[in-house]
C-alpha cells in the first residue's frame, strides 16, 4: 500500500440568529421589496380562455379585465395579449392584470468582519422571499467578503498501515508547529487526530484469523491489527495533548486484497460501490469538511483526478517522510480560504438556477456563467459577487425553502420560493348583475354562466340554441356558408371567433399580415382582417419603415451626406458610395471622384446634388466652357442622354475649387453594336442546333415505342419441335432381384 496521509480541514462559520432550514420568515410587515429591471420578454402571446391560462401562457402576456372590451365580435380569449397591444386595442392602463414576479429582502445584515472573525458576516442578503410568474426569470445579488482571522478547526487523517511506519514519528512532532503556522492566519484554532488502515471485510482484505492477529510482515515488531477507522483525539487547542495521543499510536500491516472482482462484479450488476466518490463528496458538502489530500508522487495523478470530483478539496504532494506536511497544510489552506464557490440545495421540481460571478476589481470585473458561482484567488476583506438567476416552469402549491452558501462556510442565504400562478382582477362577483342580472359569475371582466345558461353574458339558454333565429345572426345575409364562417361558434345569435380571427361573422383573419424580421406588423401596428395599421411614424406593408430621418442625418448636416436618400430611417446610398451615412467612396480620393457631382449639378442642374447643390457644393466655382480637350487632366464626367461631358479641376484650395466644365461629346457605340451583333449570331446559331437535336429525339422515340407495339401484338405458334428431345434419365440399383432370380 502506498503511503498516504489525508487531512480534513472543517472551517467552522459561526452561525447568527435561526439555523433550522425550515424556521419561518420574518413576518411580510417587515420585509422590504427589492425589485429587478423587468426583463427583456420575448415571443408571442397566444389567446387564452382564462386570465390564469393567459399569465400562464407565457410571461409577455396580460389581461384586459375591462368589461363588454370584446363586444365587436371577438371571442373572450382574445383578451389574452401584449400590454402594448391591449392598450392600442382601447384597454385602459387600470384594467390591465399583468402580474409579475418579486423579489422581498426579510434580512440583510451588512458584511462586516466583526471582531477579531467573531460574529463576522461574510455572506448578504440571509433571507429573501421570491416570487416566480412561470417563465420570467427574477435576479437576484449575493455578496461575499472574505473576513480575517475566521475560525478553524483541522482534522487530521492518517493512514496507520505498514508502509506509513517512517512516518508515524515525523507527525508526533506536528501538533506544536501546525497550531503555530495557523495562528498566524486565524485567531481560534483547533486540532484533532484519527487514524484509518483498512476495511477489514472482504474482498477489502485478507481475512484469515492469523493475519489480522499479526499483519505485520514478521511478528517480532510491535503492530496492531487492522481497523477501518478509530478516531483518536477530538478538536482540541491543545497542542500536546495532541502529540501525546500521536505518540501513543503505532502502525499496522497491509492486508489489501489483490483481487478485487467482487468488487467489480457489485459496481457491474448495481452500479453501486463502498463507498462511492459521490456519497463522500456529498457528505463532506453536507458538513461543510473541505478535504485536503496529501499523498506521495507514485498517487499524485489519481488523487488529482478525485478532487475534480470533491467540491473545494485540495491535493499536495507528500515527501517520503512526510516532513513537509505542515507546509503542505498551509499552502492547500491558502488556496482553499482564497476559493469562494457558491452552490445551492436540491432545487424543487421545475425550477432553474444559474450563476454569473463578478470576481476581481471593479474596474477589471469579469463575469462567468455556469451551474454554480466559483471566484478564485479572493484577497482578505474583499467582496465578491454572485448574480444569481431564478426560473420557473410550472407551478407548485406551497412555498419551497431554497439554501444559497459558500462552500466551507455555515452562513446561509434562505430563499422562501413562491409561484405567482393566478389572477387577483379584484372584480369577483357572484350573480352579477353584469352576466345578464344574475345569470352568472364574474371574474376578470368575464361571466361564467349559471347552469343552463350560454352566452357571453349569458344571454340565452340551451334549449334556445336550436332557434332558426339564432343561427340566422351567424350566418351571411343569403344565408349560405357555415356558421361564422367555420372560424367560430355561434352563441346566442353572435359569433364567438377563435384563435385570431375577428370580424362580426369571424371573417377576417387577424394573423395573416406581413412580418418584419418575424414579428407581425414588424411590432409597430395591429393586424386586422389581413392588414396592418401602423402606429403613428410608421409605414410600411409590415409597418418597418420609420418616418423619423434623424438616423440619416450626417454630421455635416446633410441627408446621407449628400450621397443617397432616406427610406425607412436608412439611408440608400447613390453608386459609388457606402457606409451607413453614405459617407464612404471606395476610389474618390482623387480629385475626379471628389467633384464629379459637383460639376454635373453645377453646370447642367442634374446627378445626385441637383436638390442641394448650392449647400454641397458651395466651395466650388463651376463654369461652362467650350474650349477643346488639350490633354490627359481633364476628368470624365457621366453619360448624360448618350453623351459624354468632361471637366477639369483648374484650381483647389481649402475653400475653392474652380472647375471647368466642357460641352457633351457623343458617345461612339460602334463597338458595343458589333459584339452585340455577333453574339446574336452565335445566339440564333446555338438555338437551331439545339432545336433539331430535339426534333431527332421526338422522332426517335416515337419509332420505338410504334416497334414495341407492334411487337407485342404478334402471335406465336406453340406446336413442338420435331428436332427437340427431352431428356431421360435411367437409374440402376445393383441390389434389386426381380422375383424368381438366383441370388448370388
Known amino acids: 500500500m502506498v503511503a498516504l496521509s489525508m487531512v480534513l480541514v472543517f472551517l467552522l462559520i459561526l452561525s447568527r440568529g435561526e439555523s433550522e432550514l425550515d424556521a419561518k420568515i420574518s413576518s411580510p410587515e417587515k420585509a422590504t421589496e427589492w425589485r429587478d429591471p423587468e426583463p427583456s420578454l420575448q415571443g408571442s402571446c397566444q389567446p387564452a380562455s382564462s386570465c390564469r391560462e393567459c399569465i400562464l401562457s407565457h410571461p409577455s402576456c396580460a389581461w384586459c379585465k375591462q368589461l363588454n372590451f370584446t363586444a365587436s365580435g371577438l371571442a373572450e380569449e382574445r383578451r389574452c395579449a401584449r400590454r402594448q397591444e391591449l392598450l392600442a386595442r382601447g384597454c385602459p392602463p387600470g384594467e390591465l392584470e399583468e402580474p409579475r414576479g418579486r423579489l422581498e429582502v426579510l434580512q440583510d445584515q451588512p458584511l462586516g468582519p466583526g471582531t477579531r472573525g467573531e460574529g463576522a458576516t461574510q455572506l448578504a442578503p440571509q433571507r429573501l422571499r421570491v416570487t416566480l410568474r412561470p417563465g420570467e426569470p427574477q435576479r437576484l445579488r449575493v455578496s461575499f467578503l472574505r473576513a480575517e482571522g475566521y475560525p478553524v478547526d483541522l482534522y487530521y487523517l492518517m493512514d496507520l498501515s505498514y508502509s506509513m511506519k517512517d512516518d508515524l514519528e515525523r507527525v508526533r512532532q506536528l501538533g506544536h508547529a501546525l497550531l503555530l503556522r495557523l495562528q498566524e492566519v486565524t485567531h481560534s484554532v483547533r486540532i484533532g487526530f484519527g487514524s484509518f488502515v483498512d476495511k477489514t471485510v472482504l474482498p477489502f482484505v485478507s481475512t484469515v484469523p492469523s493475519k489480522l492477529r499479526h499483519p505485520c510482515p514478521t511478528r517480532l515488531e510491535r503492530c496492531q491489527p487492522p481497523f477501518s477507522f478509530h478516531h483518536v483525539l477530538s478538536l482540541t487547542g491543545d497542542a500536546e495533548a495532541f502529540e501525546r495521543e500521536v505518540g501513543r499510536q503505532s502502525v499496522s500491516g497491509n492486508l489489501d486484497s489483490p483481487e478485487g472482482g467482487f468488487d467489480a462484479i457489485l459496481q457491474a450488476a448495481l452500479c453501486q460501490d463502498y463507498p462511492s466518490v459521490g456519497q463522500v463528496a456529498q457528505a463532506l458538502s453536507a458538513a461543510n469538511i473541505q478535504p485536503i489530500f496529501a499523498v506521495t508522487s507514485a498517487t499524485l495523478p489519481v488523487y488529482q483526478e478525485l478532487s475534480k470530483l470533491i467540491p473545494k478539496s485540495a491535493v499536495g504532494e507528500l515527501s517520503e517522510d512526510s516532513s513537509n506536511v ?37 474596474e477589471k470585473r469579469e463575469s462567468e456563467a455556469g451551474d454554480r458561482g466559483q471566484c478564485n484567488h479572493v484577497r482578505t476583506n474583499q467582496t465578491v459577487n454572485f448574480l444569481v438567476t431564478l426560473q420557473a416552469t410550472r407551478c407548485f402549491s406551497e412555498p419551497h425553502l431554497l439554501k444559497l452558501r459558500a462552500l466551507g462556510f455555515s452562513e446561509e442565504l434562505t430563499v422562501e420560493l413562491h409561484t405567482l400562478c393566478d389572477c387577483n382582477c379584484g372584480d369577483t362577483q357572484p350573480q352579477a348583475p353584469h352576466c345578464s342580472d344574475g345569470q352568472g359569475l364574474l371574474q376578470c371582466g368575464v361571466c361564467s354562466c349559471a347552469p343552463g345558461r350560454l352566452g357571453r353574458l349569458c344571454e340565452c339558454s340551451e334549449a334556445e340554441l336550436s332557434s332558426p333565429d339564432l343561427e340566422s345572426g351567424c350566418r351571411a345575409p343569403n344565408g349560405t356558408g357555415p356558421l361564422c364562417s367555420g372560424k367560430g361558434r355561434c352563441h346566442c345569435g353572435r359569433c ?25 406588423c414588424g411590432g409597430f401596428g395591429r393586424c386586422r382582417c389581413g392588414l396592418c395599421h401602423c402606429y403613428a411614424n410608421h409605414t ?6 420609420s418616418g423619423d430621418t434623424d438616423s440619416c442625418i450626417s454630421p455635416d448636416g446633410n441627408l446621407c451626406s449628400g450621397h443617397g436618400r432616406c427610406e425607412c430611417n436608412r439611408c440608400q446610398c447613390s453608386d459609388g458610395h457606402i457606409g451607413a451615412l453614405c459617407e464612404q467612396c471606395p476610389g474618390c480620393e482623387t480629385s475626379c471622384e471628389r467633384y464629379r457631382d459637383c460639376a454635373e449639378c453645377g453646370a447642367f442642374g442634374t446627378g445626385p446634388l441637383a436638390l442641394n447643390c448650392s449647400r454641397a457644393c458651395a466651395s466650388a466655382n463651376v463654369t461652362l466652357t467650350f474650349a477643346p480637350i488639350l490633354d490627359d487632366g481633364w476628368c470624365k464626367g457621366r453619360t448624360l442622354d448618350n453623351q459624354l461631358f468632361f471637366f477639369l479641376v483648374e484650381e483647389e484650395a481649402k475653400d475653392k475649387v474652380v472647375l471647368r466644365v466642357r460641352p457633351q461629346e457623343r458617345v461612339d457605340h460602334t463597338q458595343a453594336i458589333v459584339l452585340g451583333c455577333m453574339g446574336g449570331i452565335v445566339a440564333v446559331g446555338l438555338g437551331i442546333v439545339l432545336a433539331y437535336r430535339l426534333s431527332v429525339e421526338i422522332y426517335d422515340r416515337r419509332e420505338y415505342r410504334r416497334f414495341e407495339k407492334e411487337r407485342q401484338q404478334l402471335n406465336w405458334k406453340q406446336d413442338s419441335n420435331p428436332l427437340y428431345r427431352s431428356a431421360i434419365t435411367t437409374t440402376v440399383n445393383p441390389h434389386f432381384q426381380e422375383a424368381g432370380s438366383p441370388l448370388l
Open 326 to 362: 505542515v507546509q503542505l497544510i498551509m499552502d492547500a489552506y491558502n488556496s482553499l480560504s482564497s476559493t469562494v464557490t457558491l452552490e445551492h440545495s436540491p432545487l424543487p421540481p421545475g425550477v432553474h438556477i444559474s450563476y454569473e460571478s463578478q470576481c476581481g476589481d471593479p
Open 496 to 520: 364567438s371567433c377563435s384563435g385570431q380571427s375577428s370580424g362580426r361573422l369571424c371573417e377576417c383573419d387577424d394573423a395573416s399580415c406581413e412580418r418584419h424580421e418575424g414579428v407581425l
Open 540 to 545: 410600411g406593408r409590415a409597418c418597418e419603415c
